[in-house]
């Protein structure tokens, strides 16, 4: 499960394009399960990855869902009583059995993403690329759409995915890349990015919330939490121990304070911290 990441116009989609032969490189190669892309076997590198657009319209092509999920099965060749299984159990995958008969472009954001997500697990790819995945989607939908995401990569297919939200890469990610100007400058896993400041500065991207807790509180940087759920462990073991953080004060005296985080979504989010002497 790969991330993306990077400022606008570090090439993020760009690069994603490559990877299913969407654009071809000028020099280089693009190669997929061994073999070497060219322009007479994109067809490959289309079937082996799929594909799913930051704007999930411009891949919504039939007049219903169902016949949306069957059009890339179709393109190959296949139709009939099979192809319509294939696409009932790949809408089934991602929770959307229920839309098969419905307009595509009747449909709420999150549930285009989830029906185009069905349009290429149903021509079962060895690698899933999704381009900002998030992008437009409320709290709720966003919540589905990553949940489809860990369950096709618990199947056992791999994914890379760009996003501009390092919350979400900090909990989907096992490796994240770094993007600035069309180049990948570096790699890791997400406590080596994101608690590289040099690097993130370079990339033009701010760390996740709970690595900028972790730093506003001194923790020690060998526990390097990065996500919401890191960071409740965490100060839930410091303070079952009755442990001391050392840290600034609100009014920027050094001192010894006991860290009472409101541990809750919303709290940390909007980077609260209540402090007790």
């Not at 790969?2 to 190669?29: C, F, M, Q, R, Y």
């Not at 997929?32 to 082996?48: F, M, Q, S």
């Not at 294939?86 to 991602?94: K, P, Q, S």
């Not at 807790?213 to 990065?226: E, R």
């Amino acid at each position: 499960m790969i991330a993306l990441v990077g400022g606008n116009g570090a090439g993020k989609s760009t690069l994603l394009e490559h990877l299913n032969a969407t654009l071809v490189p000028d020099d280089g190669e693009l190669v997929v399960n061994d073999t070497v892309i060219t322009e007479d076997n994109k067809a490959h590198a289309r079937k082996a990855v799929g594909f799913v657009f930051q704007d999930a319209d411009t891949q919504l092509v039939a007049p219903t869902v169902l016949d949306d999920v069957l059009f890339g099965l179709q393109n190959y060749g296949m139709t009939g009583t099979e192809a319509e299984r294939r696409a009932r159990e790949a809408l089934a995958t991602v929770d959307a059995s229920h839309l098969a008969d419905r307009i595509p472009h009747y449909l709420s954001g999150g549930e285009k993403r989830l029906i185009g997500l069905a349009g290429v697990l149903v021509l079962d790819p060895s690698v899933v690329v999704l381009d900002e995945p998030l992008a437009g989607l409320d709290p709720e939908r966003s919540q589905l759409v990553a949940e489809r995401i860990r369950q096709i990569y618990q199947e056992g297919i791999s994914v890379v995915l760009s996003t501009h939200d390092l919350e979400f890469a900090a909990e989907i990610a096992n490796r994240v890349c770094v993007m600035a100007d069309g180049n990948i400058i570096d790699s890791g896993t997400p406590q080596t990015v994101f608690y590289d400041s040099e690097l993130l500065t370079e990339a033009n991207l701010r760390p996740p919330i709970a690595v900028r807790v972790a730093h506003d509180v001194g923790i020690d940087s060998t526990a390097q939490p990065v996500t919401e759920a890191d960071l409740v462990s965490l100060f839930s073991d410091y303070t079952s121990s009755s442990a001391t953080i050392r840290a600034e004060s609100p009014d920027n005296t050094s001192g010894d304070w006991t860290a009472l985080l409101v541990l809750c979504s919303s709290s940390l989010r909007s980077h609260r911290i209540v402090w007790s002497s």
